[in-house]
């Protein structure tokens, strides 16, 4: 069983940065595709940052494209989201998931968000962003 811990969540003011760990244990491969979640308060949950831990291709939602970094430290078991140029909308309760994918060719499959329902999940952790 896939276990999820989050951490590194608080509060920020707009404009600045935040990194948010996932740590991970239970992986039986090397082969999964590991992603960032967000909610807010009457929201959907949107995936916005996507791993694929076989080789560590990377995919983003347009809305954290080019300000959030999703990497992974394969040594630690650890997944990062590295957060700058933070806005008040990035405010929501973000949560890692991951899902066994098998050998694929890269990130793009792992933005297949549906895959992750039935996986794992961590508890979550709040960003609060002020102006």
């Known amino acids: 069983q896939v276990q999820l811990v989050e951490s590194g969540g608080g509060s920020v003011q707009a404009g600045g940065s935040l990194r948010l760990s996932c740590a991970a244990s239970?992986?039986?491969?090397?082969?999964?595709?590991v992603a960032w979640f967000r909610q807010a308060p009457g929201n959907e949950r949107e995936g916005i940052a996507f791993?694929?831990?076989?080789?560590?291709?990377?995919a983003y939602a347009e809305s954290v494209k080019g300000r959030f970094t999703i990497s992974q430290d394969n040594a630690k078991n650890t997944v990062y989201l590295q957060m700058n140029s933070l806005k008040p909308q990035d405010t929501a309760t973000y949560y890692c998931?991951?899902?066994?994918?098998?050998?694929?060719?890269?990130?793009?499959?792992?933005?297949?968000?549906?895959?992750?329902?039935?996986?794992?999940w961590g508890q979550g952790t709040q960003v609060t962003v002020s102006s």
């Open positions: 998931a991951a899902f066994p994918s098998g050998r694929v060719s890269s990130a793009d499959y792992c933005t297949l968000t549906d895959f992750y329902e039935t996986h794992s």
């Open positions: 239970g992986f039986t491969s090397i082969h999964n595709c």
């Open positions: 791993v694929y831990t076989g080789d560590g291709s990377t």
